[in-house]
Every structure is written in structure tokens, then in C-alpha cells.
Nanobody, 115 residues
Framework: QVQLVESGGGLVQPGGSLRLSCAAS????????MAWYRQAPGKQRELIAT???????NYADSVKGRFTISRDNAKNTVCLRMNSLKPDDTAVYYC?????????WGQGTQVTVSS
């Protein structure tokens, strides 16, 4: 069992930056693939960034070059650094942990990009 708690969301102006954090507890964090998803109102949940247990990363085209995912296995945390934020980035952001058939979600944190 893995428990995930996101933090760091909020209101930011276009062009600004935010850093989201996800604290994990429970099982062996380092063995999970960690990811960030987001869901905007009226839209499906979208996978935006992943980081494997070995540190390999992958990004959706919509955030590539602006967002950076990272993990610290010693601290059981995964972060998402978001730069050059746009109004289209407004969504609830969710942390996800996956290993085989095991799939865990955090409660989500709201990010609003608006002037």
C-alpha cells in the first residue's frame, strides 16, 4: 500500500512558476514508477510526466521543455517543477505511483494560472 499526498498548488500568473511535491509513505517507494497527471474542468485526466525507478523521465508534448519531474528515493518524494505556466495549465494535478497492477493516487492539488 502506498499513500500519496500532494502539495504546492496555488494561483500563479501566466509566465510564472510553481513546484509541486508528492510525499509517499507505505511501501517501497523506489520500486514504483512515479507520474504526474492533470485534469482540467470538462476534460479527461492527462498524463504529463513520468519518472522510473532508475530516474528516466518522459513528458507530454504539452509540457515538454517547461516542466521537470524528479524523485528523491531517500526522501520518498517526487516533484514537478513547472515553468512558463500558461492558462491552459490550469487543472487539478495528481501524483500517481504504479508497479505492475498496483496503482495509487493522491488527492490532487489545484493549479490555477490566471492574471
Amino acid at each position: 500500500q502506498v499513500q500519496l499526498v500532494e502539495s504546492g498548488g496555488g494561483l500563479v500568473q501566466p509566465g510564472g512558476s510553481l513546484r509541486l511535491s508528492c510525499a509517499a509513505s507505505g511501501s517501497i517507494f523506489s520500486s514504483y514508477v512515479m507520474a504526474w497527471y492533470r485534469q482540467a474542468p470538462g476534460k479527461q485526466r492527462e498524463l504529463i510526466a513520468t519518472v522510473t525507478s532508475g530516474g528516466s523521465t518522459n513528458y507530454a508534448d504539452s509540457v515538454k521543455g517547461r516542466f521537470t519531474i524528479s524523485r528523491d528515493n531517500a526522501k520518498n518524494t517526487v516533484c514537478l517543477r513547472m515553468n512558463s505556466l500558461k492558462p491552459d495549465d490550469t487543472a487539478v494535478y495528481y501524483c500517481n505511483a504504479r508497479r505492475g497492477l498496483k496503482d495509487y493516487w493522491g488527492q490532487g492539488t489545484q493549479v490555477t494560472v490566471s492574471s
